[in-house]
């Protein structure tokens, strides 16, 4: 596994964790803001892993397509990267 993939997988182990934590606190009924402040720090990890995989993807799948003289895989890897991009936006 490259060191793109392990920092990957360290944000969405540290978010795993930040969700226990979060569920503890609501099943403790702790301060709202509390429990909104920790989500929003899983939601950054969250983005954060997300834009790692992107990158890495772009660096590698992406560029392999756009490199190749393949028509249908170019398309199909741009169909791809704009479908993500959009759920990304929303």
């Given at each position: 596994?490259n060191?793109?993939?392990?920092?990957?997988?360290?944000?969405?182990?540290?978010?795993?964790?930040?969700?226990?934590?979060i569920?503890?606190?609501?099943?403790?009924?702790?301060?709202c803001?509390?429990?909104?402040?920790?989500?929003?720090?899983?939601i950054?990890?969250?983005?954060?892993?997300?834009?790692?995989?992107?990158?890495?993807?772009?660096?590698?799948?992406?560029?392999?397509?756009?490199?190749s003289?393949?028509?249908?895989?170019?398309?199909?890897?741009?169909?791809?990267?704009?479908?993500?991009?959009?759920l990304?936006?929303?």
């Amino acid at each position: 596994m490259n060191k793109a993939k392990q920092q990957t997988l360290i944000n969405f182990k540290k978010t795993r964790s930040l969700l226990d934590k979060i569920i503890k606190m609501i099943d403790e009924d702790k301060y709202c803001i509390d429990i909104i402040q920790q989500n929003l720090a899983a939601i950054g990890l969250l983005k954060s892993a997300n834009a790692m995989l992107m990158e890495g993807h772009l660096n590698s799948c992406f560029k392999n397509a756009v490199i190749s003289k393949n028509s249908a895989k170019q398309q199909k890897m741009i169909a791809e990267i704009l479908k993500v991009t959009k759920l990304t936006n929303k």
